[in-house]
Each structure stands twice: as C-alpha cells, then as structure tokens.
C-alpha cells in the first residue's frame, strides 16, 4: 500500500474508502481434484471471508506443481464468487529441455511475481513457499513491471502451517535428493525474507527455530481464524455409543497407525467396551497407498463394519460428524500436529465426543479450557480414554469449544498492522559516486570473446567502473591481442597486465590486489553482460547490504558475439536459462551448480578476509568454492534474480576441460575443513560417493526398464501379428 493509499484507509473522511487489495497464496483451496483439500484450504477459506467482511478486496490465487491445468471444483467456485471473493488458477509451466531448476516452486514463484504487483498484501503457506522470487526481488530492491517500470511488491506475509521437512519427519520419510533439499531452502528462504511471520502454535515456532529457520522479523504467534458454521439445531441426546470415527487422512503422520494399535489393544484387553460399537469409519482420504487395505486387514479381528468416506470437503465433513455426534466417538489421533482445523471445527460442534492427541500445538487450541479430551500420543494412552468415554459418554460435556471470535479478532488486528508495514524503496542516491567496483577479468587464448566482453562493458548504462584484465600467460598470438586491446582502452584507464601462467585463481587474486575499489566483480573473458549488470548489482548489493551476489544467465553458443551492436540486448537464440537457487551449503554439496554462474560481485573486505581464492592449480570451479568460504565465514551472499550474465557454451571451457575429480575434490576440502572440528572429516566425501553410486544404480535400473519395455512391447507385436495371421487362414 503506497503511503498516500495507507493514509486514506486509516483516515476517515467523507469519501468512500479505498479497499485494501489481499491475495490469498495457496497450493490448496477448497477444493481441487474431486474434493480434495487439507488444512491450509480450510485457513485460506476461514481467512478469505474473514478479510473479504472487513472491507478488504480479496483475491485467491491457487498455484500448482502440475504443468496441466487443476481447476477449482465447481460447487466452491460458485461459493468463493457468492461471498465477493476473486479466483485466479496459476500451474507450472514446461521447462524447455535446457532450463535448470530442480525445485518446481522456484520456477513457479517466478511466474507469480507479476500477478502479485497489483495487492497492497499477499499471504502465503509455508510449503514449498512461492513467495520465494518476490521476497528475493524485494530485499534486494529490484522491483520492476513487465515495461521495466519500477514498482512494489505488497507487504509478504509466510504463515507456518507445516513445511515440507516438519511433515516428511512426521511422516517417518527421508528428505528427496536433491529436489527436496532444494525445496526445504526455498521454504526457509522465503520465510526469512517475508515482512511478516505468523505461526498459529507456539509448538511449530519453536520446531521451525530448533531446525535452522531464522528470521529477520520476530514472527507472532496467533491461532487461527474461523468463522463458526451456521447453527445445525441443538445439542443432540448422548446415546450409548454406535460408531467410532478416525478424522483425518489416512497416512502415518495423522496417525492412523496408532489408532489401529489403540483399537486392538482395547479389543484384546478390554473388549467389553467395544460392546456397543458397531462400526469404525475412516473419515479421510488415502493419503499412503496401501492404508486401507492394512486398516481392513488389521482390523477384522474385531468383526465390526469398516466404512471409508474419503471424499467429503470441510463443510460435508462438518455436517457428517454434526448429525452422528449423538453415538459417535470421534478420535484425531495425530501425535504431533500444529494447530489443525480438524481439532478446531470439531471442537464447536454440539455435543460431540471428542478425543484428540496432546502432542505439538494442539494443547494451545484449548488454552484455558478443560483438557480431558487429549490423550497421551501412544497406543495405550489413547486406548485408556476410549475406554472412559465408551463407558461414559457424558464425559464429552467437559469440552471447551475453539475461541474462534477471540482468534478472528487477532487476525485482523495482525492485518491491519501488516498493512502498515514500511516499504523501503531504492534509489538512485543508493549507489552514490563513492561506491565504486572494479571489473576483474582473468584472460587466457580467449581473444574473441575478451573483444565482446569489453564491447558489452562499453554499453553499460553507468561509467562508474574500473576494468582490470590479467593475461594468464596467452600463447603470443593471443597475448598480442591482448596488448593492442589494452592499448586501445588505455584512455579510459583500464587496466590490461600480463602474468607468467599460473593458472585462473592466481590470475583473479593477481586482479584483485591491483584494485582498492570497494567491490570487485569477476567475469570470464568469454562471457557478456547485459547492458545494466553493473548498475544493477550496485544498486542490489547497496540496497541489501549483502557481501556477495551472483545472477542469473542466459546460456548461448558459438564464438560471434549474441548481442545487438548498439543496444546490447541478446539477439542470438537462448540454449537454456539459468536463475541459482542460492548460497544453501547442503544443497551445494549434493549439487553445487545451485550457487550460479562464474560472474561473482563481492565486498572486497569479505574478499580479502578469506584471503581470496585458493589457488588449486588445474581445477575448475573456483568460483563455487568461493562462494562456499565466504558463506562458512558467515559473510552475506544472495543472488540477484535477473538475468544479467550471457555466458558461452565452449568445448574449450575450463568447466569441461579440467580434471572433473580435482574440481570435485576442491570444493569437498572445504567441507571436510568445517566438519573437522566435529571430528567428522570424510563426511562430505562419503555423501557425494554415495550419491554417485545412488545415480549409477538409477541408471541402471534405468537401461533395465528400457530393455525389458523393449522386450514385452515386441511380445506383444508379434502376438499381434500370429493373432492376425491365424484371422486371416480362418476366413481363407
């Protein structure tokens, strides 16, 4: 919200007043795929109506890992369009065959920024967390429309529902390599750089700080808001119990195995209380394949009816449980949940007999209340409570509902000071005469492509800079093209020395140590930039504060020049795009290409403090391992989302040319250097051995499945030929 706009909301005055413009982010909304929907649907629902009668524009936008179009169902669309509420359905799109990028919601991410241009605030879930291209744009300060117009992000809001490595844990699952490594950065990324947090439990606050979340803002801890459902009659009469009911998925993280455990134990140990009970409905969908099966297998024993209703949004789920809440035991056995909506909805219904897990945030749903609906989180602790209230139903009159009126409130206190939030705005006076960089440029038999790396330094869009170029001891042909270029540019006091061969991380140090500028940009003599790198990552770095970024590039081939003359743009066809996912350590050990492209602008303080690169003469990927000391060193190092480096794809290049195992090698020192303290040297190297041997043995299932696919599929030809063959004697 611009500050004239925030004045007019705050002000009252004569006029109509300006609606404030709220997108609603989300990777589920009520409901998608026949009826499919969790948690987060539910709070983006409760959130939307809540914002949307408080005199906010409220707009949904639902963004999808498919690559196919996933529409919301039909009866929700008409509801979200009756309560005033703006739909927009946003999936992933094909990535051409060259384009990088593992993690679907960093590409995602960047096809969203646009959208979110228009809103005055936009709220996201913390799950493989969109918000990732816009939080990077705003902290650096690189804020622009599709005309290149400088703009405004909205105020970003992350809300903690449950990340991607809390829900793997709780699901007894190990981590995906790389993509889910990758995602669970992009999680961290976007939270830590978002103007707001809000956790709904203390519990998944606590669990985000104990697992390496940090954020710049201090987060707040606010429930959650829910608009209580329209009133369903009175409290119905408690009869003696017909049916028990499992709600939620059926997965291991909702706990269903310990409800199978809990009703077994009961039936062995005290099966008179399961007297009355005629059937076990499992109120959810089959989230693990295979579940239902175990659940019906486990438990025919106890010769009660099995019912699975999977397939009920919130609202069906709601009135279901409404209308059997007179002889019916309700169980929410998750053993760690943060603060779910399951509890919450229940909880108001009248009447109902509720029993719900202690573990994570559920406790808080009640703070203040009766709390002799949670049971301990293992088998016999919840068989015990079945047991009581089986015997006694009339013990479910101890619960206390939701303070849903209390939680709403809160939120939209939390909304209107969100709306406050200041928004720093760059500007020009942000790089100022004084903050000066050198372009460092090492230069070995690459005459051609230093010519067009200086004609692109020529077209900058800012003067303030400084060029030193190192000849890495060139043959002479090429080392004499190196003089006359120097010579040329003598007058704009440029820099061009020459060395004995030493191989490029001397050369880059040997560039460095004749700058006293206050940053140095390094760039390979074969490489280009667009017209306005230079001012752009000045103007970045200044805004952020950052020791160090990267950019994204654009990959091109052959040895002409791929940029216009005058304008400088990129003219020749683009091989594949390239935007790092960033400076994360664990996923630059299983794959270090997440780091970027060789064209590194650094503080030359944070460069000197690391005694610059280490010299590893005959291995490639210097530029990686710098990145990795800087970070080990605890300097600041993001990477700037725009697409500023045209680098060149080359047999010749130094990336195919030098000893794969020594580059590898250098970058693992560097682990091996850290975990040496911890009296782990060797780790990183057995990681990435085992990682390789992973990716042998995937290829080779790989040519397995080829050559059997290959096998049956000429079976089944020549099936097919005898099947017609025989058709044609019988009619001869």
Request: proline letters at 5%; a neutral charge; one cysteine or more.
């Amino acid at each position: 919200m611009t500050p004239k706009v925030r004045e007019r909301f705050l002000i009252s005055s004569a006029t109509k007043p300006i609606m404030p413009k709220v997108a609603l982010v989300a990777h589920e909304l009520q409901t998608v795929l026949d009826g499919r929907a969790g948690g987060v649907a539910t709070f983006v629902t409760h959130l939307a109506r809540l914002l949307r009668d408080a005199g906010n524009e409220v707009t949904l936008i639902l963004t999808r890992q498919e690559t196919f179009p996933v529409r919301v169902d039909a009866p929700w669309r008409a509801r979200y369009s009756e309560w005033g509420i703006e739909l927009i359905e946003l999936h992933s799109k094909e990535r051409d065959a060259g384009d990088w990028c593992e993690a679907w919601p960093a590409a995602l991410s960047e096809q969203l920024a646009p959208y979110l241009l228009k809103f005055d605030i936009a709220y996201f879930q913390d799950w493989a967390n969109v918000a990732f291209h816009a939080a990077r744009m705003k902290r650096l300060g690189r804020i622009f429309d599709d005309r290149g117009h400088s703009r405004q992000m909205p105020v970003l809001v992350t809300v903690l529902h449950g990340p991607s490595g809390w829900i793997r844990v709780g699901n007894q699952q190990y981590p995906e390599v790389p993509s889910g490594a990758q995602v669970e950065y992009i999680e961290r990324y976007a939270a830590r750089y978002s103007d707001r947090v809000v956790a709904p439990s203390r519990y998944l606050l606590d669990w985000a700080r104990t697992n390496g979340w940090r954020f710049e803002q201090e987060p707040e801890v606010a429930g959650l808001p829910c608009l209580p459902p329209a009133p369903r009659g009175g409290v119905p009469a408690l009869k003696s119990t017909q049916r028990i009911i499992f709600f939620g998925r059926l997965e291991t993280r909702k706990g269903v195995r310990l409800f199978l455990a809990a009703i077994l134990a009961l039936w062995r140990t005290d099966r008179d209380a399961l007297s009355s009970v005629r059937e076990i409905v499992f109120l959810g969908e089959e989230q693990e394949a295979g579940m239902l099966t175990s659940i019906r297998s486990g438990l025919a024993e106890t010769g009660r009816e099995i019912i699975h209703l999977p397939h009920l949004d919130s609202l069906q789920a709601g009135s279901y449980l409404a209308e059997q809440a007179g002889d019916s035991l309700v169980i929410i056995a998750s053993p760690v949940e943060n603060f779910p909506y399951a509890v919450i909805e229940t909880s108001m219904i009248p009447g109902i007999n509720l029993l719900c897990s202690n573990g994570g945030g559920i406790p808080e749903i009640f703070a203040g209340g009766n709390r002799d609906h949670l049971f301990e989180p293992y088998p016999m602790g919840l068989a015990k409570k079945m047991a009581e209230r089986l015997r006694d139903p009339s013990l479910a009159k101890t619960l206390v509902p939701y303070a849903a009126d209390v939680a709403n409130q809160r939120w939209l206190s939390l909304h209107r000071r969100a709306l406050l939030t200041p928004r720093r705005q760059p500007s020009s006076s942000q790089t100022t005469p004084q903050t000066t960089v050198d372009v460092c440029i090492p230069y070995f038999d690459k005459a051609a492509g230093l010519r067009q790396l200086l004609e692109s330094l020529e077209r900058q869009t800012t003067s303030s800079f400084g060029v030193i170029a190192v000849n890495d001891g060139s043959s002479s042909e090429a080392a004499e093209a190196f003089h006359t270029m120097g010579d040329l540019n003598r007058e704009r006091g440029w820099t061009f020395v020459s060395q004995e061969n030493a191989f490029v991380d001397a050369a880059r140090n040997h560039a460095a140590s004749l700058s006293s500028a206050e940053y140095l940009l390094f760039v390979d003599a074969d490489d280009m930039l667009a017209p306005n790198t230079i001012e752009a990552m000045l103007q970045a770095i200044s805004f952020s504060g950052d020791d160090c970024l990267v950019a994204g590039g654009l990959l091109f081939e052959g040895e002409d020049s791929p940029c216009e003359p005058m304008s400088g743009r990129l003219q020749a066809p683009v091989q594949a795009r390239y935007m790092p996912l960033g400076p994360d350590l664990l996923n630059a050990l299983l794959d270090p290409i997440v780091l970027g492209a060789s064209m590194i602008l650094v503080r030359r303080s944070a460069f000197e403090a690391i005694d610059g690169y280490r010299t590893v003469r005959g291995a490639a990927h210097e530029d990686w391992e710098l990145q990795i000391r800087l970070v080990q060193a605890g300097f600041r190092v993001d990477v700037l989302p725009e697409y500023l480096l045209y680098f060149r794809k080359s047999s010749a290049g130094l990336s195919l040319t030098s000893d794969a195992y020594e580059a590898k090698r250098r970058l693992l020192d560097t682990y091996e250097d850290a975990l040496s303290t911890a009296g782990l040297r060797g780790l990183a190297t057995s990681v990435v051995a085992l990682q390789r041997r992973c990716e042998k043995l995937e290829a080779a299932v790989k040519t397995i499945q080829g050559s059997r696919d290959r096998l049956l599929n000429g079976l089944a030809k020549e099936m097919r030929r005898k099947g017609m063959q025989a058709k044609q004697e019988e009619t001869t």
